[in-house]
Each structure stands twice: as C-alpha cells, then as structure tokens.
C-alpha cells in the first residue's frame, strides 16, 4: 500500500475528541489574535445584505470587505464537507451505544440500516424532502435556528466558544439558555414529532 493511501485510511478512522478541541482552541486563539470573532451566524447576515437587504433595512448595512473572510471560512466548511463526504467518510457504520441503538428502534429507526445510504446516521425517513412532515421540519427548523442565532446576538459556536472564552457573561447565559431549550426539545418535544 502507498503511503498516500495509508494517510487516507489512517485519515478516515474516527479522531479523539481532544484533537477536535485542540483544533478549535488554535482556531478560537488565532482569530482573537487577529482581532476577529469565531461565529458563523453572522454569514447569514453578510449573505442578506450581499442579495440587497442592506437597501430594505438598516440591519444588514454592513462593511462586506470586512466580512469577506467569514463567507470565505463558510464556503471553505462547504467544499470541506462535501470532500469529506466524498472521499473520506468511513466505512464503518456510527458508532453509537447499544441503549441509544434500542432507543432509536422503539421510535422507528433502524440502525445499522439507517446508514446504508451513506447518509451516516440521519434518520432520513424523518428529515427528508419527499414528504411534507420533511419539508415542514426543515422550513420551521431552518427559521427557528435562523432567527434565534439573530435574536441572541449568535449562534452556538460563537457564544460557547468565542463567548465563553472570552468570558463574556452574555454568552453564558445564552449558554445556558440553548441547554434548557435543548433539554425541552428533546424531553417534551421531539417524542411527538417521532
């Protein structure tokens, strides 16, 4: 085998934990280091102002020279993604806990069946857009998350790891905020969507 095929496979095998956090440090490090902030949320807003919202509401006024290098990260995540999903996704099924595995059975979903289409382990009889439940799902989901990452002043990523590490109390709260929404969600909500 040659070596650039050992660095595939050795590429494609699931990583420890901490390498994703080392990763995430030094990113969250240099870009405080360059006077920038970590977040993604505010791309939705350079793209609205970029399609012209910025001439219907003052909200999306903003300097895009600026903003240039947070499209230019969100586009690297896509092409990232899609090569990672083309050339080195793991064969191996999700590896998942054996109460989670029966969990998932007693709400209809299969597993390792689930990840037959290369779709890992995404309930796609769920969250698809064949069915109008799909597409509902995506549409509300898509605006809740949209507008909430608006309304909070930004998303996950940017409070708990930029926020949090700068210790910024509003992003704390905004922490703690997505637990107990997240904790509704999947205790009191999600069991009625299945």
Known sequence: MTDSLLFIEW???PWH???GGAGIAAVVFLMTWMGRSFGISTSFKDICSLAGADKVN???KMDL??????LLFVLGIIIGSYMTSQWLRSPEPVAISQSTIDYLA????AYPEADANDMGFFP???FNFSNLKGILLAIVGGF???FGSRYGGGCTSGHAITGLSHLQLPSLLTVVGF???GLIMVHFILPFLF
């Open 179 to 181: 637990f107990i929404g």
């Open 65 to 70: 020279k600026e903003e240039m290098w947070r």
């Open 11 to 13: 590429i494609r095998q």
């Open 58 to 60: 003052d909200f999306f």
């Open 106 to 109: 007693g709400k209809g979903i």
């Open 124 to 126: 796609t009889s769920f």
């Open 17 to 19: 934990w901490a390498a």
């Open 144 to 146: 809740l998350v949209g």
